[in-house]
């Protein structure tokens, strides 16, 4: 019995598949490189945005990389698209786990109260909780957001041909605030869960391996091993 579960800790789950780790990994590429070439012009006046600016050989410059990540993004989005559009029109498997559902503002309360210490038991989660729907939906809504002003100030001529001369301005404002809330959203919010936060100290490498341990799984998507378990034929942890 001990090295039967000895051995399904050490067991290994498929978590992300190779696209979906390399679409991660261009999106780092991509959304550091626009922070990096972003918030420089952004505050331009500042000693050191104008010093970072010089390092990377002018605004011209800083210009032209920011454009070139910013239509990297956007390909990206597109793909995206593409194959969830595929997968749920085709795919046996229907990506819907990132759908969200009344059960994720009962989860969210939850963990509050626990966090609180107004609760003994902490929610227990499927594939994705309610934290990885909050941030896989705001990149959604940023990406689309800055997308669609970026294209603008991008094409300012073609853009003014049917659309008022004032939606250049705006659009300016919204890029620079969105891509400033942006930047902070990744500090905080994610850099916090990905990295800091007690069940991923220091790093979750599952996005870059693709695979999770038995006991990961079980600690941290108790609802999805179950699942798996009983696909296997398996009996759960804690259920012999």
Known sequence: MIMAEAAREESMFS????????????????????????????????AWAQRLISSMGGLDTVRFLHHLFG???????????VVVVYELL???????????????VKDGLQQVAYLAGMNVEKPRFGRYDFRHKVEYWSLVWGTVLMG????????????????PGVIVTACR????YEGLLAFLALVLWHFYNAHFAAES????ISIFTGKISAREMREEHPLEYERLMLERGQAVAGDE
Not at 15 to 44: D, Y
Not at 148 to 163: D, K, M, Q, R
């Open 15 to 46: 978590r992300f598949a190779l696209s979906q780790r390399i679409e991660h990994s261009l999106l780092i590429v991509s959304f550091t490189m626009l922070c990096v070439t972003g918030l420089p012009q952004r505050f331009f006046d500042a």
């Open 71 to 81: 239509i990297m993004l956007l390909f990206e989005a597109v793909y995206h698209i």
């Open 90 to 104: 085709f795919a046996a498997s229907k990506p819907t786990a990132m759908f969200p559902r009344p059960r994720d």
């Open 148 to 163: 669609l002003t970026g294209l603008i100030l991008l094409f300012p001529i073609v853009a003014t041909t049917s659309l």
């Open 173 to 176: 404002v919204v890029h620079s």
């Open 201 to 204: 100290f220091p790093i979750g």
